[in-house]
T-cell receptor, first 114, second 115 residues
Framework: DVKVTQSSRYLVKRTGEKVFLECVQDMDHENMFWYRQDPGLGLRLIYFSYDVKMKEKGDIPEGYSVSREKKERFSLILESASTNQTSMYLC?????????????FGEGSRLTVL | AQSVTQLDSHVSVSEGTPVLLRCNYSSSYSPSLFWYVQHPNKGLQLLLKYTSAATLVKGINGFEAEFKKSETSFHLTKPSAHMSDAAEYFCVVSRSGGAGNKLTFGGGTRVLVKP
């Protein structure tokens, strides 16, 4: 089974802190994604990566950056956390493009910014 | 631009009765469509997908969905609900213009199953 692991399930940070969210997948997938999930809004794409060191902006990249130094690891970075970034963050990976294949999701990282 | 609307934010059913989750989409081309399920404190899991083959798509756990182009709908059904079906369900549409890795998610429908 594909496993996508998000190391931090719950985080509480203060405004202005730098926040790292880590995601690791164990199936050698090319594509990795970071989504933000908010009630009533579904999932919104922040960034995705289709190869090591490659990244593309999603729909809501402002205030976020990403890093993919190794194929299995995709990190989301909040350079200066703000209260409006309080949310559930979901990492996903896929072997094929998202519009043809299947996304495999981690269990999420719930971030609270005070 | 593609969009997807899930017509019910919450659905309550009794165990053993049918489940219907409604989804309408808008797209300027023939999209791929998906349903994902999220159980409490879990990540999302693919239930089924439509990618321009048969219009009636069967998925896991007894779910199925029918693609109706004339109605721009992709409703999800299950003949008999089980307690384990209590979860949040997301209808998802692909995008055009080479945006192969970008999907548009609906707002979600939370399903409550009563014993």
């Amino acid at each position: 089974d594909v496993k996508v692991t998000q190391s931090s399930r719950y985080l509480v940070k203060r405004t202005g802190e730098k926040v790292f969210l880590e995601c690791v997948q164990d199936m050698d997938h090319e594509n990795m994604f970071w989504y933000r999930q908010d009630p009533g809004l579904g999932l919104r794409l922040i960034y995705f990566s289709y190869d090591v060191k490659m990244k593309e902006k999603g729909d809501i990249p402002e205030g976020y950056s990403v890093s993919r130094e190794k194929k299995e690891r995709f990190s989301l970075i909040l350079e200066s956390a703000s209260t409006n970034q309080t949310s559930m963050y979901l990492c996903a990976s896929s072997l094929y493009l998202a519009n043809t294949g299947e996304l495999f999701f981690g269990e999420g990282s719930r971030l609270t910014v005070l | 631009a593609q969009s997807v609307t899930q017509l019910d934010s919450h659905v309550s059913v009794s165990e053993g009765t049918p489940v219907l989750l409604r989804c309408n989409y808008s797209s300027s081309y023939s999209p791929s469509l998906f349903w994902y399920v999220q159980h409490p404190n879990k990540g999302l899991q693919l239930l089924l997908k439509y990618t321009s083959a048969a219009t009636l798509v069967k998925g896991i756990n007894g779910f199925e969905a029918e693609f109706k182009k004339s109605e721009t709908s992709f409703h999800l059904t299950k003949p008999s609900a089980h307690m384990s079906d209590a979860a949040e369900y997301f209808c998802v549409v692909s995008r055009s213009g080479g945006a192969g890795n970008k999907l548009t998610f609906g707002g979600g429908t939370r399903v409550l199953v009563k014993p």
